[in-house]
């Protein structure tokens, strides 16, 4: 393994000189005396261990020069390993860099042998965490672009999507909105021979009925009033690549006869156009109505739906995919934090629970809104139940108070006391090591009542 890069942060320019000198044959060694230079080093080479004297200037005697520059190298990569040096009687400053996300910290004087053994571990955890994000953004990032998930239900769809990807059939993508139909289709087109191609896509529930043929056919000019020029539409747009026709159950029965004309036989008529134009394109469709119930209704063309869903996928709710709620959540956080700058590294245990309990029916595009104003809200390292504003029991079942509890266990013994003793006031007062007056007293104060 190549040297592991290590910046050292000490304003003792003969400490500096120790360390540089003891950890230069197994690291790759930067010194910095001021936060200053910290920052510029860490920004500059990436270090993947740091050494951080908590007390430095202009107020050495003092560990707020060094927590503020803890939080902020830990933005710059959060994955760097920081080691804090703390003196002798400053463990509380010490644990107060660890819950800011410090890896370790040691007292002075600092023993070389037991510093290196540290950064050992540490420059192996730092390797393993590497290859594990490598892992996961190869995994998820370009064979599904972007779809995260490692459930049952989620392994179906992507095995799905490999499968139908390489054909040119029309695939009808269906599930709940917000589960990511979109991000399905892109997958469709990435992986499909017309990846090289466009992949355009038109909202049929977005467009204005008078103006949903203009955009996804075009129009010639003068078809219309406002048709200054003549206009490609959008499955001109996708000849050869692809088109997804997002919310195609809200398309109005006339331009449906329209798109099924196109999908037999790959003509397309402008608007005021007398031209038939040969086109290319491959066509997905997603919806999360029931088209069967709209066929019924009259509202959606038996040809047209059975010609759309030669491949039906359906997308999972968020809510029938386990764990992987919690693997998006986190996903979530560290986009968001890079992309707003936060200092939030994660999910408090107690989010975590909330996030599993609650039924999200806004499904995955909830869950990324809920996480970005959490992030922004955040005002500890995590992310805590308040910051999601979703509903949580455990927001109502807090721990109860020291006194609360001592007065639970109080009011258990009193009534187990009484009732072995079948209510009878002087032995179970005997048995309690109490007055009579004592425990009537305790009976009124729990509002204990003999039962029948």
């Known amino acids: 393994m190549d040297k592991p890069t290590l910046l050292v942060v000490e304003d003792d320019p003969e400490i500096r000189d120790q360390m540089r000198w003891a950890l230069d044959d197994t690291h790759i060694v930067h010194l910095a005396e001021t936060p200053r230079e910290a920052l510029a080093v860490m920004k500059r080479e990436r270090p993947s261990l740091v050494t951080l004297d908590l007390g430095l200037p202009p107020h050495p005697a003092e560990a707020v020069e060094g927590l503020a520059l803890l939080e902020e190298l830990l933005a710059v990569d959060r994955m760097a390993k ?11 400053n010490a644990m107060a860099a660890i819950q800011r996300g410090a890896y370790d910290f040691m ?3 600092v023993q ?28 998820s990032g370009e064979s599904f ?42 997958s469709l087109h990435r992986l499909s021979a017309r990846k090289a191609g466009p992949f355009v896509v038109i909202n049929c529930g977005a467009i204005p009925e008078n103006l949903l043929e203009s955009e996804l056919f075009g129009h010639e000019k003068g078809s219309f009033t406002g048709a200054h020029r003549q206009q490609k539409g959008k499955v001109e747009y996708a000849d050869g690549g692809t088109l997804l026709l997002d919310e195609v159950g809200e398309m109005p029965l006339g331009l449906q006869v329209k798109l099924l004309r196109f999908l037999q036989d790959g003509l397309v008529e402008r608007v005021g156009g007398r031209e038939q134009i040969a086109v290319n394109t491959r066509v997905l469709a997603a919806t999360n109505t029931d088209l069967k119930a709209a066929i019924e209704k009259g509202l959606f063309r038996e040809d ?25 959540a986190q996903a979530f956080v560290s986009q968001f934090r890079d992309e707003l700058h936060s200092r939030v590294t994660g999910l408090s245990e107690e989010a975590r629970q909330a996030i599993r309990a609650y039924q999200w029916p806004g499904n995955v595009r909830e869950l990324q809104n809920k996480i970005k104003r959490a992030v922004i809200m955040a005002k500890a390292q995590v992310v805590q139940p308040g910051d999601l504003e979703i509903p949580w ?58 039962t029948k």
Not at 311 to 327: K, Y
Not at 427 to 447: D, F, N, P, T, W
Request: proline fraction near 4%; include cysteine; aromatic fraction near 6%.
């Open 393 to 450: 029991e455990g927001a109502m079942k807090s721990s109860p108070t020291l006194k609360e509890a001592k007065a639970q266990v109080e009011k258990d013994v009193v009534q187990q006391a009484l009732i072995c003793q079948n209510w009878n006031i002087s032995r179970a007062a005997e048995e309690l090591g109490v007055s009579r007056q004592g425990l009537h007293a305790l009976i009124q104060k729990y509002g204990l009542e003999k």
């Open 145 to 186: 672009y972007e779809i995260i998930g490692s459930s049952p239900p989620m392994q179906r769809l992507f095995e799905t999507i490999r499968r139908v990807a390489t054909t040119d059939v029309p695939v009808l993508i269906l599930g709940e909105s917000g589960t990511g139909k979109e991000l399905v289709a892109r």
């Open 82 to 92: 920081v080691i804090v040096i703390t003196g002798n009687n400053e463990r509380t």
């Open 304 to 328: 047209l739906f059975y010609r759309l869903s030669v491949v039906e996928i359906p997308v999972p709710s968020l809510r029938d995919r386990g764990e992987d709620v919690l693997l998006l």
């Open 107 to 109: 007292e002075k004087p």
């Open 112 to 139: 070389i042998d037991v510093l290196k053994v540290v950064l050992n571990r540490a420059a192996y955890l730092y390797q393993l965490e590497q290859e594990y994000r490598a892992l996961q953004e190869r995994e």
